[in-house]
């Protein structure tokens, strides 16, 4: 990855959480690339989450650079923490 490379993006949550969807949705509407693993569905993505959680789910859970060393990680943000770690105004 360069400089000029947008981050990696994943999305650890589920269909169901209002602020996965809504997570989820921002990305979308700006057109940012992510990958989205759904923890009730997944047992690695079930695991990864727990680890990162002390143990709890915490959705969404989204991790912001290399998945397995994170820049970021961001726990249930809102819409402006996320916009800001992305620096989308």
């Known amino acids: 990855m360069t400089d000029t490379d947008p ?5 650890l949550g589920r269909d169901t959480c209002d ?5 989820r949705a921002l990305l979308v509407r700006y057109g ?3 990958s989205y693993l759904k ?3 997944d047992a690695e993505a079930d695991a990864w989450i727990r680890r ?3 143990g ?3 959705t969404p859970t989204i991790l912001i650079g290399d998945p397995e060393r994170p820049d970021l990680v961001l726990r249930e943000p809102s819409d402006e923490e996320l916009k800001a770690a992305l620096d989308l105004g």
């Open 7 to 11: 981050p990696q993006i994943v999305v």
């Open 19 to 23: 602020d996965t969807i809504r997570s």
């Open 32 to 34: 940012i690339p992510f």
């Open 39 to 41: 923890v009730d569905e």
């Open 52 to 54: 990162l959680n002390d």
């Open 56 to 58: 709890v789910w915490r």
